[in-house]
């Protein structure tokens, strides 16, 4: 109790302590403020200073106060009872309150409104909102009055949901930020130029036992090494081959990518593969790219050894390895270690006696090891399934794909930039089937455009606008 009574005299002190053209009275926890007319401006400004510090309302205490929207927002907005009260208001000048009764109305009767004219001097409904009236849109025609915003050259509503819709409001009443969102969503040209996905993380495929093989070509320009040689080198390439499993590396080097020259250089080192893992060539599974060097030729290889063959977008072992492979190469190179045959063998040694991170071993250790201790270690570090976040697609939706040619392999191509909008399809597509399992994988796949691709590869649209597509084409003249 006394702790509570030295506290108000405490704050009589401070409301004693106030200017002098100025009362000050409390009322319980209220204060009340008399302010005599011939107060100067120096008083009112310390009473302002006084009474923050009184309340708690200094800089460091200031809460952001709410915003005062207008009621009208809480309601739907129709075409029809908005021409009927903008009829009324013409005719009558003012609204009641036991004017037009009805649910639809109920808006109308939710603030202020009166006549005024738009930007372009059309004769609209205006709502009082913070000091300031505002355009009342009905429901039906809000895609009008967004295309509006767009389109117009002097508009400078920005062309994203959020900041689009921080702006949008400041003159309008009847959009919310879905809607807004909606309209957004449906224009090509915003859709054309929309970032990639974000990848998906997909799950590691097991390994039990060695002859999972990856397959590469690599060029390497005549002009870097010749001045190193002493002598003229054409440009050539190098083929890298590496199990999965083991990290076993073998290469081979070719004067062109022709599948014919390759298939030969390619059939002597899937012999030689064999016998350092001990396995034979119908034992393989190969992953590789699509380029034409792994087709025709080398796919009749492939069939008289009885191999396996599959073309996929890239191969993580096979990349690792082919840095790891030519940064010796180079580097042996500018050691002055030999000629190019001295040069494969030694890096292509070096690169078998890198200590795997995964296994513990290096490839050449990793020969004499069992494949069930080395699978246990490698499928340790295999990548777990992540779920995707992005909006769910169903049969029947529409989408765009992404376009790969246009985004590189690794999705960083150099001439890729979103804003040129190449790198999503141009037409829209119906998605016609969902695989839910894939070939062995949990990943669900999506039949788009007659191929089967992942999420990720995929942007769900609600559409298009025909009506904004027309405009600008007539402005583009195309």
Wanted: proline residues 4%; glycine residues 6%.
């Amino acid at each position: 109790m006394f702790t509570k009574m030295a506290a108000d005299d405490r704050e009589d002190e401070k409301l004693e302590e106030v200017p002098k053209g100025v009362l000050v009275h409390r009322r319980g926890s209220a204060l009340e403020v008399t302010v005599h007319k011939r107060a100067t401006e120096t008083e009112l400004l310390a009473l302002d200073r006084k009474i923050k510090k009184l309340v708690g309302r200094d800089k460091k205490k200031t809460k952001t106060e709410k915003r005062a929207w207008s009621r009208v927002r809480r309601f739907p907005i129709s075409a029809g009872s908005y021409d009927k009260v903008q009829k009324f208001v013409k005719l009558r000048g003012t609204l009641k309150p036991e004017d037009l009764p009805g649910r639809e109305f109920r808006w109308a009767h939710a603030g202020p409104i009166k006549l005024g004219k738009s930007a372009h001097g059309k004769i609209v409904l205006l709502a009082l909102e913070k000091d300031d009236w505002k355009v009342i849109v009905p429901k039906e025609r809000i895609e009008n009055f967004c295309r509006d915003a767009i389109l117009t050259p002097a508009s400078k509503v920005p062309l994203t949901r959020d900041a689009g819709y921080h702006i949008l409001q400041k003159d309008c009443v009847g959009i919310s930020r879905r809607a807004f969102y909606a309209f957004l969503a449906k224009q090509k040209p915003l859709q054309l130029t929309r970032n990639q996905n974000s990848v998906m993380r997909k799950p590691g495929r097991p390994l039990e036992a060695r002859g999972s093989l990856e397959l590469d070509l690599v060029e390497a320009k005549g002009k870097d090494i010749g001045k190193f040689l002493h002598h003229y080198v054409k440009n050539f390439y190098f083929i890298t081959l590496i199990d999965r499993l083991t990290g076993w590396f073998e290469v081979g080097r070719a004067l062109h990518k022709d599948a014919l020259t390759i298939s030969k250089k390619l059939k002597v080192m899937l012999k030689r593969m064999g016998r350092a893992l001990g396995v034979p060539p119908d034992k393989f599974y190969i992953r590789s790219d699509s380029g034409s060097e792994f087709k025709a030729e080398t796919q009749v290889v492939f069939k008289e050894l009885k191999v396996r063959h599959k073309f996929v977008s890239s191969g993580n072992r096979i990349e690792k390895v082919n840095q790891d492979f030519q940064r010796t190469w180079y580097r042996l190179m500018r050691l002055g270690r030999g000629d190019l045959e001295e040069l494969d063998q030694q890096a292509a040694a070096i690169t078998n006696n890198l200590k795997s991170k995964v296994t513990g071993y290096t490839p050449l250790e990793a020969l004499d090891i069992e494949d069930a201790t080395l699978s246990s270690e490698f499928n340790k570090h295999r990548t777990e399934m992540v779920k995707y976040k992005a909006p769910t697609i169903k049969i029947g939706d529409k989408v765009r794909h992404a376009v790969p040619k246009e985004v590189g392999k690794h999705g960083k191509a150099l001439a890729y930039k979103a804003y040129r909008g190449k790198h999503w399809s141009a037409e829209v597509y119906v998605v016609v089937k969902i695989n839910t399992g894939g070939t062995g994988t949990p990943l669900t796949r999506y039949y788009v455009a007659g191929k089967w691709r992942f999420r990720d590869q995929l942007l769900a649209v609600p559409g298009t606008d025909p009506t904004t597509e027309a405009v600008v084409r007539q402005r583009l003249h195309i």
